[in-house]
């Protein structure tokens, strides 16, 4: 990416000392005015550097383990101006000058915004989304793999970039979300393709079978120009295998179990657990996840300056409103903690979801920033309720008992209390990583259109997984693919183009309609009671769960029949949020409705009401 950069300020030499720096540029005017310089050559670490640049300041130099990289840290005072600050290196009778530049910043760090409670998060894979036409003349530019797409291997890459999420982004818009969330579009030059994108092997480059880092800003800019916000996927618990740190280590303690010895044991209750053994924790914390998914090691202070400036780069070139940080409880603890707040105290708006992956309430509150048990501030804004994905076909799929289906559910967010901040928890049916929450085509959407109901009214910030407009359905079993199959209608020459109306089975369109209106009548109507509101819930010991959405004198009220049979609730019960005789309105179709003696829920319906 910075060859031509190198080119024109390297002095006449057979091979340049200096073969590339990240981050590839910086900011004047930062909250944080140290400022590190990863440069890599051949025995650079033994050249000497000079720099002269009004209101800069070199404060140290230095060569770890390995000559080929030089760490640079700079002080830059709130003085210093725009412009190329040059660095001089020589090594004997080598020199070469690299001109780094320091760009003025767009906007004020307040001005980034995060996502939160009154947003919908719609993720996608970009390469089984859309395939758009692509800028670049060669995909495949710069990459040793070269591997072509093959939309018949569920496990191999098939073509979607991001051009094709840009020229989708209405019909995205139209459904009603109010941010993307991309799986990770980082390069991942490896030998498998790593269509997922987690086996990261350039953090400054978009993989070129993606596009370029120039249109991975225009996907940003043309998302918030409809109002939609865009969460950024990134992975500092491991890069890939075929990363050049693991051919050429800037230090020996780069990486964790180096000759990748160990593997995770995957116990992430090892980390809280006051009784576990140090083997077993190392092996869950510092193993590698998977063979090509080396674990890096963020204890050493200078993979994570590297890691938290990347983070900033991104956000300040790119403009991203969140990061979604995949295996966040496989990393260090303080480390990130470290990343956290270098990131949040750059951009006091901005927000962060760890995946931190618990079938459980308490393991998963224990990681939110302000934990009353966790004696480490991780001060990580939000987690997920991995326990909603796991159970939720349960909950409403079940005939409802005291014990069973909504009952379950109830329980569920009583265990709120453990959390300090339940509406920053990140709820979801399905996601590139479960099983699809439809296992096959439904007969009817009753229970579907329950699900979906809860999680765009009920606390915490929603999260749908591409295609759930679509009823896509399917398991993991065998192969991660077909959960991750491809958008219909997002590739050359598919049969079917369900971005349209006409391309859409009736059963798919019925679902569309229902979950378009519910998603726009949540961000047009009621955003603020649904994201601000406080909650309150009603034991469903009548097989009916009712809970209440309200702000200030404003109130929604969702009415669920977890039975298949007509059931008569006594309005008497439901007093202290439905008074006798009030008036409302069905949301989002607007009919009239009035609170008599007895509410009639036919069966499996799912009813909602406001008084606004």
Not at 22 to 39: A, K, Y
Not at 500 to 509: F, H
Request: a negative charge; glycine letters at 8%.
């Amino acid at each position: 990416m910075l060859s031509s950069l190198f080119l024109l300020a390297a002095s006449a030499s057979a091979s340049p000392l200096v073969t590339n720096v990240e981050p590839p540029c910086w900011w004047t005017g930062m909250q944080n005015d140290t400022l590190q310089i990863m440069v890599t050559g051949n025995n650079v670490g033994n050249a000497s550097v000079k720099t002269d640049y009004p209101g800069v300041t070199l404060l140290e130099d230095l060569t770890l383990d390995n000559p080929d990289y030089k760490f640079l840290y700079f002080k830059i005072s709130p003085e210093a101006k725009a412009g190329d600050l040059p660095l001089s290196f020589q090594l004997g009778k080598q020199k070469q000058t690299v001109k780094y530049p320091l760009l003025s910043r767009k906007k004020a760090p307040e001005d980034f915004e995060g996502f939160d409670a009154s947003d919908v998060l719609y993720l996608l894979m970009p390469d089984r989304f859309a395939q758009g036409k692509p800028a670049a003349k060669d995909p495949y530019a710069g990459l040793k793999y070269k591997a072509q797409p093959d939309r018949n291997n569920p496990n191999a890459r098939h073509g979607g970039n991001i051009q094709g999420i840009i020229d989708h982004l209405d019909y995205l818009h139209d459904l009603g979300v109010t941010a993307i969330w991309a799986c990770p579009v980082l390069e991942n030059d490896m030998r498998g393709g790593s269509y997922h994108g987690y086996a990261t092997t350039n953090y400054y480059r978009i993989d070129p079978r993606f596009g370029t880092n120039e249109e991975w800003n225009l996907l940003v800019e043309e998302a918030q120009k409809r109002g939609m916000k865009v969460v950024m996927d990134m992975i500092f618990n491991h890069s890939g295998s075929d990363h050049p740190w693991m051919e050429s280590m800037p230090a020996k303690d780069w990486f964790n179990h180096p000759d990748g010895d160990v593997m995770t044991n995957h116990r992430l209750t090892t980390i809280h657990d006051p009784y576990a053994s140090d083997i077993d924790k190392d092996a869950c914390i510092n193993g590698w996840f998977v063979k090509t998914m080396p674990d890096l090691n963020q204890r050493n202070p200078h993979l994570m300056k590297y890691l938290t400036q990347n983070s900033i780069w991104w956000i300040e070139s790119s403009g991203i409103n969140g990061i979604r940080m995949d295996t966040y409880p496989y990393a260090d603890m303080d480390g990130m903690a470290y990343w956290i707040d270098g990131v949040m105290k750059e951009y006091p708006n901005f927000n962060i979801v760890g995946e931190c992956w618990y079938p459980n309430e308490g393991s998963s509150a224990f990681w939110q920033t302000g934990s009353r048990v966790n004696p480490t501030d991780t001060k990580l804004p939000t987690v997920m309720d991995f326990k909603y994905a796991t159970e939720g076909r349960q909950f409403f799929n079940e005939e409802s008992t005291p014990w069973t289906g909504l009952n379950k559910l109830y329980d569920h967010l009583a265990m709120d209390f453990l959390f300090p901040d339940p509406s920053k928890i990140l709820t979801f049916l399905d996601n590139h990583d479960t099983d699809r929450w439809l296992l096959e085509e439904p007969e009817n959407l009753d229970t579907w259109k329950q699900a979906l109901t809860f999680l765009l009214t009920s606390r915490g910030i929603p999260q749908l997984y591409y295609g759930t407009e679509l009823l896509m359905n399917g398991s993991k079993e065998g192969s991660d693919g077909y959960i991750r199959l491809d958008f219909p209608g997002g590739f050359p020459g598919d049969k079917v183009n369900a971005f349209e109306a006409s391309g859409r089975t009736p059963l798919q369109n019925e679902a569309w309609d229902y979950l378009s209106s519910i998603l726009r009548w949540r961000r047009d109507v009621a955003n603020d009671v649904i994201g601000k509101g406080s909650l309150k819930h009603f034991l469903p010991n009548n097989r009916a769960y009712v809970y209440e959405r309200r702000l200030g004198d404003k109130s929604v009220i969702v009415m669920i029949n977890g039975t298949d049979e007509t059931l008569e609730l006594p309005a008497e019960r439901y007093a202290e949020i439905l008074p006798a005789g009030s008036k409302w309105t069905v949301a989002p179709t607007g009919e009239a409705y009035t609170i008599s003696d007895d509410i009639t829920l036919s069966p499996r319906q799912t009813l909602i009401i406001q008084n606004f």
